[in-house]
T-cell receptor, first 116, second 112 residues
Framework: EAEVAQSPRYKITEKSQAVAFWCDPI?????LYWYRQILGQGPELLVQ????????DSQLPKDRFSAERLKGVDSTLKIQPAELGDSAMYLC??????????????FGPGTRLTVT | GENVEQHPSTLSVQEGDSAVIKCTYS??????FPWYKQELGKRPQLIID???NVGEKKDQRIAVTLNKTAKHFSLHITETQPEDSAVYFC???????????WGAGTKLIIKP
């Protein structure tokens, strides 16, 4: 069964350093989401892509976060500089184009980021 | 903005008993309502979902009911087992941009 791939699975970095996460969605999924999940809370959407275009990045802290999906397939989320409060699980999810059934979002295994 | 309220935040039930988690949503145009189960340190996994043209859906021990008029939906787990212990999230899909609005989660504890 096809799955969303993410790397790395774990990342420890010092504050003020740069960090990057990679996501490869399920083949054929036009929509890609990056979420941040703080322990004990629900996923918080950071950015949504439709193919290579950003649909919504209203919750992305743009002073330090950036996201791209240059060829409309895999995607990279970057944080520079990292802050202590960025420690969280970063989840990538993908789905078919918005109006296509099924509507399910499929999640990758996540990247656990710890900023020291 | 749109929101989803989920209750309770923690639910402790005896093994073998039933568990019910309830959610209400604000966007009357929402048309899809998934439930995700998340074990500690793992990804959310879809366990059941329902579209707005259906009132109830069942899959073995789990079922979801939807009341569009009242804008609420519920997850029912019968004959609970230790492996049901996890955090459960409900969500509602906005028809405007296809995004999921998530509830805050319910920690389900199954007591032996």
């Amino acid at each position: 069964e096809a799955e969303v791939a993410q790397s790395p699975r774990y990342k420890i970095t010092e504050k003020s350093q740069a960090v990057a996460f990679w996501c490869d969605p399920i083949s054929g999924h036009a929509t890609l989401y990056w979420y941040r999940q703080i322990l004990g809370q629900g996923p918080e959407l950071l950015v949504q892509f439709q193919d290579e275009s950003v649909v919504d990045d209203s919750q992305l802290p743009k002073d330090r976060f950036s996201a791209e999906r240059l060829k409309g397939v895999d995607s990279t989320l970057k944080i520079q500089p990292a802050e202590l409060g960025d420690s969280a699980m970063y989840l990538c999810a993908s789905s078919l184009v918005g109006q296509a059934i099924p509507y399910e979002q499929y999640f990758g295994p996540g990247t656990r980021l710890t900023v020291t | 903005g749109e929101n989803v309220e989920q209750h309770p935040s923690t639910l402790s039930v005896q093994e073998g008993d039933s568990a019910v988690i309830k959610c209400t949503y604000s966007d009357s145009a929402s048309n899809y309502f998934p439930w995700y189960k998340q074990e500690l340190g793992k990804r959310p996994q879809l366990i059941i979902d329902i579209r707005s043209n259906v009132g109830e859906k069942k899959d073995q021990r789990i079922a979801v009911t939807l009341n569009k008029t009242a804008k609420h939906f519920s997850l029912h787990i019968t004959e609970t087992q230790p492996e049901d212990s996890a955090v459960y999230f409900c969500a509602a899909r906005l028809s405007s941009n296809y995004q999921l609005i998530w509830g805050a989660g319910t920690k389900l504890i199954i007591k032996p």
